[in-house]
């Protein structure tokens, strides 16, 4: 029981007794009367009057349903819900028999194949005439269709497309299904690019190791004597090699084992002839000549103190005492002089134009036409002659622990590991040590580890692959892998350009300028040539119209670029830069030297140059329309630097234009000239004149049908030799 203490019951009873008793009475609780049912009832009564009433007076449910505000949510919420059924109801919705849908698998391509056709699908069954009918092309192109269902096929006439040209194929409102129904509201356009005529050629890597060898037919030939030996001859054919042996017997070995004496002794510096047929040496005081095919030996002169013999195409030069000798009518014809403190064995080039001999502490090179001489190397430095290329143009010596390539002015090409070397035919140099044995290409490039092992003395046979060695005292042969292909000076001028193009297509003008020279990064400075392309159109892609070598001191190329510009997904314009590059040695990379911008051109208003070819008698402009023949022939024309028309009248075929029966200069300066005559088989005339600026090709190199170059053959013509015989004892 709750004593909860009230302090006005202390002042109102002043005895404790009396308020102990006071709180009992204030905590006892007292049951409450029961309530009366009438007042319940008339409660209750009184209490649903007033609810009633209150009902009554409330706005009907419909009319408050229809009051402004409800109305709004309702018909918000109504929208909604058709706007989703719409959507759902029409992604769900098939194209039906009046709807024409029109695609193309190579729409907004960017490398399409020039060997393949145009397909063009449609949804649902056309009517091939009217179709066929309501396409058109631009470029204006002959062509022809065929059908596979519902996909046709637009066939060039010419059998491909043209290289790096934007196509524009419309199909108009004329296109019939095959029940006779014109579904197409509007023209459909498909727009797509076609790929260059050739890949860009990629910079090959400058080395190329690997762990296992790449010979093969690795067999012992035979034993060789020891002191003074000379270079092996290999027979013309590559199956025969001659030496000296024991005794200096002239022998001659086969590939396959087989061994034979050809002149029994007293040999020194053996010498086959280029075509295999006959092979010089010294013995006894004289030269002789035998011929292989007789076994006839004709003594050619007397000789003492001979230093060299070597052939250059039928003629035979010697080195003796102090001065060149070749063969004359009379008797021995000197040359040209050498000292006569020549240390060592001279070496004559493969054309007879050079000799090489070692002049006191110096290396020598000697013009055998005008008895001037050039030092090969540092002066007094520890050089040696190792041999030459093929063709008699370069030089292979050592200085120090490497291996010099070096033209004959003694400039020099390129340098990589030291050892034994041999060039071969195929501009392949065999690098021989006692331990490893080596190819590379002249320019230093494609160093390739052949194989493990000792190597020395290598010595290639026509054929480029067979080669000769010596190994522990005995003369073995074998056979390379050939590298793969030498890029040619055109191909390494070629990736530099697309390399250049590619970095400011990609907005990257710091990487762009690494392949300018001081002069060309003149000519792409503030006010010349832009090096990254602004404005409403955009740089989008790029190809070279044409590419030639036209210098070798040094090593020069020109290139025309064509840049396109686009806005949107259209191609709309193009203008050419023309990029002249050089280096000065084959082991350098080339770089862009000067470069000039020509006018900016719209596309779409006519037949368009997209490549040339130029050779030293023929060159090739290539469209990208198909032409009306007659306008051709004195509309591509030539003129020489004087204004003065060359060559033939242009002939044309397969949207190319031939000029035939030119004799270009080198170095000189022609144009190319397309008239606006020139027209289009859809009758569109060429907008504009257009002007292209060439040079002579340089004659060491002609242009191929793929845009390499083709050197000249490294040496003379070789054909079979018998097998050798032998010979008396004159």
Do not use: C
């Not at 970095?503 to 060309?520: E, H």
């Not at 290539?622 to 004195?634: C, I, Y």
Request: charged share 15%.
């Amino acid at each position: 029981m709750s004593m909860h203490h009230d302090p006005e019951l202390d002042d109102v009873l002043q005895d404790d007794e009396l308020v102990r008793i006071a709180n009992l009475l204030k905590a006892t609780r007292r049951a409450e009367p029961p309530l009366d049912e009438a007042f319940r009832s008339a409660l209750r009564r009184q209490l649903m009057q007033q609810a009633w009433g209150a009902r009554e007076a409330r706005t009907p449910w419909w009319s408050r349903l229809a009051a402004p505000p409800s109305m709004a949510w309702v018909g918000a919420a109504a929208g909604v819900v058709l706007i989703a059924s719409v959507v759902v109801f029409m992604a769900y919705q098939q194209p039906g028999q009046n709807d024409l849908v029109i695609t193309s698998p190579i729409a907004d391509a960017h490398a399409v194949q020039l060997q393949q056709p145009i397909l063009v699908s449609f949804n649902q069954p056309m009517d091939h005439p009217s179709t066929e009918a309501a396409v058109q092309i631009e470029p204006a192109t002959y062509v022809s269709f065929s059908w596979s269902g519902n996909t046709l096929a637009v066939h060039p006439r010419s059998g491909n497309l043209a290289p790096n040209t934007q196509y524009e194929v419309t199909i108009g409102p004329g296109a019939r299904t095959r029940a006779g129904q014109l579904l197409l509201a509007r023209p459909k356009v498909i727009t797509f690019v076609t790929q260059p005529s050739s890949p860009v050629p990629s910079p090959r890597p400058t080395s190329l190791p690997t762990p296992t060898s790449l010979l093969n037919g690795e067999h012992r030939l035979a034993d060789l004597p020891t002191g003074i030996s000379y270079t092996p001859q290999w027979s013309a054919d590559s199956s025969t090699i001659y030496f000296v042996g024991d005794n200096g017997a002239l022998q001659a070995v086969h590939v396959n084992g087989r061994a034979g004496v050809v002149v029994p002794d007293g040999v020194s510096y053996p010498a086959i002839a280029p075509v295999g047929d006959r092979i010089a040496y010294v013995r006894g005081g004289k030269i002789e000549i035998l011929t292989l095919a007789t076994g006839s030996i004709a003594d050619l002169t007397s000789a003492t103190d001979v230093t060299a013999l070597s052939w250059a195409g039928d003629q035979l030069l010697w080195a003796a005492g102090n001065g060149i000798f070749k063969a004359g009518s009379d008797g021995p014809v000197q040359v040209a002089s050498i000292p006569r403190n020549v240390a060592g064995p001279v070496s004559i080039s493969p054309d007879g134009t050079h000799a090489a001999y070692q002049g006191g502490q110096s290396l020598m090179l000697l013009d055998l036409a005008t008895s001037t001489t050039i030092r090969l190397g540092a002066s007094g430095g520890t050089g040696a002659f190792l041999g030459w290329s093929p063709d008699g143009s370069r030089v292979l010596y050592k200085a120090g622990e490497s291996t010099v390539v070096a033209d004959t002015q003694g400039q020099p090409i390129a340098t990589f590991i030291s050892g034994d070397s041999s060039w071969s035919s195929q501009d392949v140099i065999l690098v021989g040590t006692d331990t490893e044995l080596y190819a590379v290409r002249p320019d230093g490039s494609e160093r390739t580890r052949l194989s493990a092992g000792t190597y020395r003395s290598p010595v290639w046979a026509p054929n480029g692959t067979t080669f000769a060695f010596v190994r522990g005292g005995a003369l073995w042969s074998a056979n390379a892998t050939p590298l793969p292909g030498e890029s040619s000076a055109l191909d390494l001028a070629a990736a530099v350009v697309s390399s250049f193009m590619t970095a400011r297509l990609n907005q990257q003008p710091i990487q762009a300028m690494t392949y300018l020279d001081d002069s060309g990064k003149q000519a792409y400075s503030t006010g010349g040539v832009a090096l990254l392309i602004r404005g409403d159109a955009r740089f989008s892609r790029y190809y070279v119209v044409t590419q030639e070598i036209t210098g070798s001191r040094p090593a020069t190329a020109r290139f025309v670029v064509r840049l396109v510009l686009t806005k949107g997904a259209r191609d709309v314009s193009e203008y050419e830069e023309t990029l002249i590059l050089q280096r000065e040695l084959s082991s350098q990379p080339f770089l862009i030297d000067q470069a000039t911008a020509g006018p900016t051109r719209d596309l779409g208003r006519g037949a368009v140059v997209v490549g040339v070819e130029v050779g030293v008698g023929t060159i090739k402009v290539a469209f990208d329309s198909d032409l009306v023949p007659e306008t051709v022939p004195d509309g591509v024309v030539l003129l020489d630097g004087s204004g003065k028309r060359v060559g033939g009248r242009s002939t044309y075929a397969n949207r190319t234009a031939t000029i035939t029966g030119l004799q270009l200069a080198a170095g000189a300066s022609y144009k190319l000239v397309v008239l606006t005559s020139v027209q289009d088989v859809s009758g569109r005339n060429v907008a504009s004149e257009y002007d292209l600026n060439l040079v002579g090709p340089d004659p060491v190199f002609q242009l191929g049908g793929q845009g390499t170059v083709v050197n000249p053959s490294p040496g003379p013509g070789i054909r079979p030799s018998p097998s050798p015989v032998r010979s008396h004892t004159p």
